[in-house]
């Protein structure tokens, strides 16, 4: 079993940056790969970025390319996203997910359903 905790979120003006925390415990958290994913209001959620279980391959939205960045650290058993030039459009709630099969790549075409573990979610909110 794996809990995820997420925080970081809040309210930050357009332009603005934000840095999300994603704490796991439980498993080994090098078995996992890591993703961040966003559900804004009355919409489906969608995928962010993802990050492979040896840090050295990543994938981004086309939304969020350029301007967010997904890290792990292992000693802290913590996957992160740094949010720059956050943008009205990026309020939503952020989750984080791990799944212990496929890569950076194919997380960011799995369907939800798929995903081994949720965290609850952190609150995004831009303001413009």
């Known amino acids: 079993q794996v809990q995820l905790v997420e925080s970081g979120g809040g309210l930050v003006q357009a332009g603005g940056s934000l840095r999300l925390s994603c704490a796991a415990s439980?498993?080994?958290?090098?078995?996992?790969?890591m993703g961040w994913f966003r559900q804004a209001p009355g919409k489906e959620r969608e995928f962010v970025a993802a990050i492979s279980r040896s840090g050295g391959s990543t994938s981004y939205s086309d939304s969020v390319k350029g301007r967010f960045t997904i890290s792990r650290d292992y000693a802290k058993n913590t996957v992160y996203l740094q949010m720059n030039s956050l943008k009205p459009e990026d309020t939503a709630v952020y989750y984080c997910g791990a799944e212990s099969a496929g890569s950076a790549q194919t997380m960011a075409v799995m369907p939800m359903y798929a995903m081994d573990y949720w965290g609850k979610g952190t609150l995004v909110t831009v303001s413009s």
């Open positions: 439980g498993r080994t958290f090098s078995s996992y790969v």
